[in-house]
């Protein structure tokens, strides 16, 4: 490699680092430089984010590798990696597992990488992440001076901290002081990550960082299993009482007679059992949150009590006749129609307005495109990790599956469909496998229930699949390439754009498929 080769490779990003640029953007850009300048089959930039890295920028990988969560204690390459002070190649003989065994993008055979090498970025002099590249040819990186990944490495660093900086002024500017990591400290709970790039999961991020900085009641709607209380959490992570608790309360879970004393709190003697005085929700969460899950299964009795509440922030516990004042932001979340509960009779008109100060309606998962994808890679590596496998991925029919279906039960249903069949592929195997493959028959996923979202164009094409399973899944591939090129007049980075891939990966496909 030339110096003069280098240069050309490395000016590009020196100029984006005057630019503003979309972080992904920026990411993208880095990755496909580092490519061009050191040819390999994938490439990774993971972010370290205490014991995980967390993937920002794949290419030549599979999608669902951006969902995915890497534990570092459980891949010894990612310890050696980030141990290091310099790039490390790793021998094509190295018994170490690599993390991306069966992850190449266009691969349906379990193919293992035979050539890795990757390097440990820092931001001052501190830890932030690593840069990864990998090849199945075992001898891929031979000519390769690991100075010149250091180079790249070491602009990766100043492409990194531009990109930091730039977000922490928007953070600034927000006054968003990264209140979701203090919340996690100051409760001893691990955060949660809502997982997705579809343009609905997008719209639902910017409401809930607007409504987040308020401190208005939200009420959360949405089909069961869409992440309510997900969204719970990151509105009162976003909003100026993040460093005090949210309570959780499931309204379904208790009669009306607990759901008063688990709210209000009772005196000692004020019902049999009442053995002590005990403080309730509302008083646990002052200062901070309540989020009251299932709130259409409350009784007119209680809405009627917690209106008063809500109105006046005081509060009696039960068998006592003294006032509590308390400061809770409220935060509710149902999957019924409240409005027609109201016409009904059966919800009081005057507490549903008071809750519904701010809807939020929590997009379905048919709804989010390929974000199934992004959040299957989050399950597999739950799995994977809970299995003890090198590697747990899917197959190409596997992934145009979960495209296809219309998800009643939403991410919850992903979640169980994932341990579920992983379970059951690993049971039917005979000797246990480094790398294990979950197809579309692993999934089992029932018929007549096919839907395709506004983000997945070709709906026709998933109800004439018909015939051999990989012709079936090839012939679906080419419909949906196809008919995302048309509507952007042929042009592939467009398309690629729509079709969350990177537009190399998109190029490759369409080879494989003939259509190039």
């Known amino acids: 490699m030339t110096a003069k080769s280098l240069l050309t490779a490395l000016l590009p990003l020196v100029a984006d680092l005057s630019r503003e640029l979309p972080e992904g953007e920026r990411y993208r850009r880095l990755l496909e430089a580092m490519r061009a300048l050191l040819p390999c089959d994938a490439a990774a930039l993971l972010r370290l984010d205490g014991e995980w890295l967390v993937p920002l920028a794949v290419d030549g990988l599979s999608t669902d590798t951006l969902g995915r969560r890497f534990k570092v204690s459980e891949h010894p390459r990612f310890e050696a990696l ?47 992440g690593l840069l990864t590249l990998d090849a199945l040819n075992p001898e891929q990186f031979e000519p390769i001076e690991l100075d010149a990944l250091e180079a790249f490495a070491s602009l990766a660093a100043a492409t990194v901290n531009a990109a930091e900086r730039i977000e922490r002024l928007n ?27 579809s343009k609905a999961h ?14 208005l009641t939200v009420l959360i709607t949405g089909e069961t299993g869409v992440g309510k209380e997900l969204v719970a959490q990151a509105i009162h992570a976003a909003s100026p009482r993040a460093d005090k608790p949210i309570i959780s309360l499931n309204c379904a879970a208790l009669p009306d007679t607990l759901v ?168 039917n195997c005979k000797e246990r496998p480094k790398i294990l493959s979950l197809s579309a028959a692993d999934l089992d996923l029932p018929h007549g229930n096919v839907e395709v979202s506004a983000e997945q164009p070709t709906a026709a094409a998933v109800e004439t699949v018909t015939g051999d399973l990989r012709e079936a899944t090839e012939r679906y591939q080419r419909q949906l390439i196809g008919a995302c090129l048309e509507r952007h007049h042929h042009n592939w980075a467009s398309a690629a754009r729509e079709l969350g891939l990177d537009r190399a990966n998109l190029g490759r496909m369409a080879k494989r498929l003939g259509m190039k």
């Not at 500017?173 to 949660?192: I, M, N, T």
């Not at 997008?202 to 401190?215: A, F, P, T, Y």
């Not at 403080?279 to 009251?292: D, I, M, P, S, V």
Request: net charge negative.
């Open 260 to 427: 008063e004393s688990e709210l209000f709190g009772h005196v000692r003697g004020a019902f049999t059992g009442a053995l002590n005085d005990r403080r309730g929700k509302f008083e646990l969460a002052n200062g901070g949150t309540l989020f009251l899950d299932e709130v259409g299964e409350l009784s007119l009795t209680v809405q009627a009590k917690l209106l008063r509440v809500l109105q006046s922030g005081q509060l009696q516990r039960l068998g006592s006749d003294k006032e509590h004042q308390v400061d809770v932001r409220l935060i509710a979340a149902t999957n019924r129609d409240l409005a027609e509960e109201v016409r009904s009779g059966r919800y009081r008109a005057d507490f549903y307005h008071r809750l519904s100060v701010y809807p939020l309606l929590v997009p379905a998962l048919r709804d989010r495109g390929r974000d199934v994808l992004l959040l299957s890679g989050y399950f597999l590596e739950q799995n994977r990790s809970r299995m003890g496998l090198n590697s747990l991925r899917l197959s190409t029919d596997a992934q145009a599956a979960l495209l296809a279906y219309g998800w009643p039960g939403n991410v919850r249903e992903l979640e169980h469909l994932i341990g579920r069949s992983a379970l059951k592929a690993l049971g």
């Open 82 to 128: 980030l141990s290091s002070t310099g790039p490390t190649r790793f021998a094509a003989d190295s018994n170490m597992p690599d993390p991306y065994d069966g992850l190449v993008d266009g691969l349906d055979d379990h193919l293992e990488v035979h050539d890795c090498m990757g390097c440990p970025l820092f931001i001052d002099e501190r830890p932030w």
């Open 171 to 197: 953070n600034r500017v927000e006054d968003e002081h990264q209140r979701a990591e203090v919340y996690r400290q100051a409760s001893g709970q691990q955060s949660r990550e809502m997982i997705g790039q």
């Open 202 to 215: 997008k719209r639902l991020v910017e409401e809930i960082n607007l409504v987040g900085g308020s401190d």
